[in-house]
């Protein structure tokens, strides 16, 4: 399965970018799937992640701002992300593990700046 992330972009504080993360294959046997991002000169963090079942959990810094989804359909996961601030420019991942396979996307950019 190969993944690609887009989406990223740049902003100003207080606005919204909405990632996708789209799959070559189906999405649906990924034990679970996932946001990380890597700022500026930091190690890479996770973001977001959503299981099998569609549970979603976030870091605490994005929680009530970020929302992870996807539609299996479509072979799709999102990243809604509203309320963006400085601190969450970076380069974002995504990610899909299947199995004791991780799969990584490519990163998409996004910068948040006046």
């Known amino acids: 399965v190969q993944l690609q992330a887009s989406g990223g972009g740049s902003v100003q504080p207080g606005g919204s970018l909405r990632l996708s993360c789209s799959a070559s294959?189906?999405?649906?046997?990924?034990?679970?799937m996932g946001w990380y991002r890597r700022p500026p000169g930091q190690p890479r963090e996770l973001v977001a992640t959503?299981?099998?079942?569609?549970?979603?959990d976030y870091r605490d810094s994005v929680k009530g701002r970020f929302t992870n989804s996807r539609n299996i359909a479509q072979k799709v996961m999102y990243l809604q992300m509203n309320g963006l601030k400085p601190e969450d420019t970076a380069a974002y991942y995504c990610?899909?593990?299947?199995?004791?396979?991780?799969?990584w996307g490519q990163g998409t950019h996004v910068t948040v700046s006046s």
């Open positions: 294959g189906s999405i649906s046997t990924m034990k679970s």
């Open positions: 990610s899909g593990v299947r199995g004791t396979v991780v799969y």
């Open positions: 959503i299981s099998a079942g569609g549970w979603t």
